[in-house]
């Protein structure tokens, strides 16, 4: 069983960061992908970010430019700049691990909004 806790969430300016980390417990092996999505009300979760055990990141079009995925299969990260209004959502982590990737947790998410 695998535990992830996000943390770094709240409430900041547009045009301001955050930065959000992911704590994972449990035994998370093979290959690998942390990963942070996001779910606004009404709309469908989407991808923020994915890293890979080999280190390949991949971003939602939306974010591409304002946010770096870091971390690995312990503790992953989500740096995020130049926020705008929309990208207030709840922020989930994500670990999918083992062959083809077929284990697949999920965090209880972590609030961000983007308002003045």
């Known amino acids: 069983q695998v535990q992830l806790v996000e943390s770094g969430g709240g409430l900041v300016q547009p045009g301001g960061s955050l930065r959000l980390s992911c704590a994972a417990s449990?035994?998370?092996?093979?290959?690998?992908?942390m990963g942070w999505y996001r779910q606004a009300p009404g709309k469908q979760r989407e991808l923020v970010a994915t890293?890979?055990?080999?280190?390949t990141t991949n971003y939602g079009d939306s974010v591409k430019g304002r946010c770096t995925i870091s971390g690995d299969k312990n503790t992953v990260y989500l740096q995020m700049n130049s926020l705008l209004p929309e990208d207030t959502a709840v922020y989930y982590c994500?670990?999918?691990?083992?062959?083809?990737?077929?284990?697949?947790?999920w965090g209880q998410g972590t609030q961000v909004t983007v308002s003045s």
């Open positions: 449990g035994r998370i092996f093979g290959t690998y992908a």
């Open positions: 994500n670990a999918r691990y083992g062959n083809a990737l077929l284990y697949n947790y």
């Open positions: 890293i890979t055990n080999g280190g």
